[in-house]
């Protein structure tokens, strides 16, 4: 079974600051891994993922993720928050052998303070 | 234009009342989902369908009915069976041999 929990329900950096997300997964394989994003009264979209490439994963608008299996993490952060990066985020796992059903983490809400 | 196309937007329904929710792709993409998102929940899935006339069970499926009869749609119905139908929808496909799920824009159902 497959499962993700990410700390933290909500938020806060000011303009500028690191965004930092936490990711914890458990899977009984190895698992692709995913942040997306959500909009207000939106769908998701893709950030990155992580497929057993490379462990350090870049994504789009700036954010970068990191596989470490021995910590069963997939921290999300970005150096430098902007304004535009208050939104929803989501950490969602997949085991390889199970027609690729994502199971998502509760979801982080952050705010960008000017 | 390509993409996944959901609708409606929001609907109003009132309780003992079955709908449907259409959701239609042109991404020529074989599988496709519906997931229930609730605050504070994240997403759950309610039935997934790897391909026409073949579907399955996801976590949430009771009160719920899909059918698959056209590669393009997956229509989800929200039968009166479901108890705490209120919460935001959502489609997504997946291209064959594909590792990444996309998303529609949802749909916002609301029992009065």
């Known amino acids: 079974a497959q499962s993700v929990t990410q700390l933290g329900s909500h938020v806060s950096v000011s303009e500028g600051a690191l965004v930092l997300l936490r990711c914890n997964y458990s899977s009984s394989v190895p698992p692709y891994l995913f942040w997306y994003v959500q909009y207000p009264n939106q769908g998701l979209q893709l950030l990155l993922k992580y497929t057993s490439a490379a462990t350090l994963v870049k994504g789009i608008n700036g954010f970068e993720a990191e596989f470490k299996k021995s910590e069963t993490s997939f921290h999300l952060t970005k150096p430098s928050a902007h304004m535009s990066d208050a939104a929803e985020y989501f950490c969602?796992?997949?085991?390889?052998?199970?027609?690729?059903?994502?199971?998502f983490g509760a979801g982080t809400t952050v705010t960008v303070r000017a | 234009d390509g993409g996944i196309t959901q609708s409606p937007k929001y609907l109003f329904r009132k309780e003992g009342q079955n709908v449907t929710l259409s959701c239609e792709q042109n991404?020529?993409?074989?599988?496709m989902y519906w997931y229930r998102q609730d605050p504070g929940q994240g997403l759950r899935l309610i039935y997934y369908s790897q391909i026409v006339n073949d579907f399955q069970k996801g976590d949430i499926a009771e009160g719920y009915s899909v059918s698959r009869e056209k590669k393009e749609s997956f229509p989800l119905t929200v039968t009166s069976a479901q108890k705490n139908p209120t919460a935001f929808y959502l489609c997504?496909?997946?291209?064959?041999?594909?590792?990444?799920?996309?998303f529609g824009a949802g749909s916002r159902l609301t029992v009065l």
């Open positions: 969602a796992v997949s085991e390889r052998s199970n027609d690729y059903k994502l199971s």
């Open positions: 991404l020529n993409h074989d599988a």
């Open positions: 997504a496909t997946r291209g064959s041999g594909a590792n990444v799920l996309t």
